[in-house]
């Protein structure tokens, strides 16, 4: 017997996600996925992206999502994190994330409250 699961139409987002690192040869790489928010939690969100796009060793994984009312960049470190993202964007559907690497004794290319990537 074949089951097939279906993601329900108001649980389900798009995500628009960058992934900025050092070692990008553009200014990031990009991806999107489509994702069932009663059932994505952090930890594999992280790990898929991660997988699709791994960092340099040792290199130390933040990740933030744009919010539209504030302009500012909200870090996601938890599941409930995730759950707040996904109330915000209710109506539209759509979130806006990035996934910043860089080595733990550096600043980040991007954080909370930069609009444009800071090159070295």
């Known amino acids: 017997m074949l089951f097939i699961c279906r993601m329900d139409d108001n649980s389900?987002?798009?995500l628009e996600i960058r992934v900025v690192a050092p070692n990008c040869r553009g200014r990031w790489y990009s991806l999107e996925k489509i994702v069932d928010a009663d059932f994505t939690n952090f930890r594999?969100?992280?790990?898929?992206?991660v997988d699709k796009c791994p960092p340099s060793f040792g290199d130390v994984v933040k990740l933030f999502y744009s919010c539209m009312d504030t302009k500012a960049n909200i870090q996601v470190c938890s599941d409930q994190d995730l759950v707040e993202m996904f109330a915000k964007y209710e109506v539209s559907k759509c979130c806006?994330?990035?996934?910043?690497y860089?080595?733990?004794g550096s600043e980040p290319l991007?954080?909370?409250n930069d609009k444009e990537l800071k090159r070295p």
């Open 110 to 112: 991007f954080g909370p």
């Open 96 to 100: 806006y994330m990035t996934f910043c």
């Open 44 to 49: 594999d969100l992280v790990d898929e992206v």
């Open 102 to 104: 860089h080595s733990p």
């Open 12 to 14: 389900r987002f798009k």
